[in-house]
């Protein structure tokens, strides 16, 4: 198993450009997610989804957009870049959602995202 | 808004000593809770969970947990070099399938 696979590894955007980070999981997990990591900073919640077809919104979804339509791939949009969105993107999943007591979140290696 | 603190550290010991972290959370109604470990520039990979009032062993590695200080911790026996890294407390929140993490503690060992 390849486990959660993200692309691309790195990436610098000018302000106002667009691009899609993709977010791929061998794992047949339902539950997916989408953080963000500043220097210092713990990781923040940008979106999630419990299954294909079902998204929502996290701590700091503003600037970003997601979908679910297969069970293995959760991409993340930004339409119109900011340096503010300058930061390193996790996707994750797991198998049962963080409420339940056998949870484990498998990370992806991240993107480490730039914007100019 | 549901909050999960850390300090920041480092927080720096010798080797083959006990490491302690610990972490506070603001909703009483979190059940479940983590300790994630991330090595610098790579992504966070779970090292213990815990559910319950007391301890959880894991080799090395004992989680306390007490909900009606909420707070819990992380023991690091015998501690090594390559135990440096950064640790992150994270805890559900309730009423969703979701995790809030705390900013992480920088744990650094020396030889």
């Known amino acids: 198993n390849a486990g959660v696979t993200q692309t691309p590894k790195f990436r610098i955007l000018k302000i106002g450009q667009s691009m899609t980070l993709q977010c791929t999981q061998d794992?047949?997990?339902?539950?997916m997610y989408w953080y963000r990591q500043d220097p210092g900073m713990g990781l923040k919640l940008i979106y999630y989804?419990?299954?294909?077809?079902?998204?929502d919104k996290g701590e700091v979804p503003n600037g970003y957009n997601v979908s679910r339509s297969t069970t293995e791939d959760f991409p993340l949009r930004l339409e119109l870049a900011a340096p503010s969105q300058t930061s390193v993107y996790f996707c994750?999943?797991?198998?049962?959602?963080?409420?339940?007591?056998?949870?484990?979140?498998?990370f992806g290696p991240g993107t480490r995202l730039t914007v100019l | 808004q549901k909050e999960v603190e850390q300090n920041s550290g480092p927080l720096s010991v010798p080797e083959g000593a006990i490491a302690s972290l610990n972490c506070t959370y603001s909703?009483?109604?979190?059940?479940?809770f983590f300790w994630y470990r991330q090595y610098s520039g790579k992504s966070p990979e779970l090292i213990m969970s815990?559910?319950?009032?007391g301890d959880k062993e894991d080799g090395r590695f004992t989680a306390q947990l007490n909900k009606a200080s909420q707070y819990v911790s992380l023991l690091i026996r015998d501690s090594q070099p390559s135990d440096s890294a950064t640790y992150l407390c994270?805890?559900?929140?309730?009423?969703?399938?979701?995790?809030?993490f705390g900013k992480g503690t920088m744990l650094l060992v020396s030889p």
């Open positions: 909703d009483r109604g979190s059940q479940s």
């Open positions: 989804s419990v299954g294909a077809g079902i998204t």
């Open positions: 815990i559910y319950s009032n």
């Open positions: 994270a805890v559900n929140l309730p009423g969703y399938s979701t995790l809030t």
């Open positions: 794992m047949n997990h339902n539950y």
């Open positions: 994750a999943s797991s198998p049962h959602g963080a409420d339940s007591s056998t949870d484990t979140q498998y």
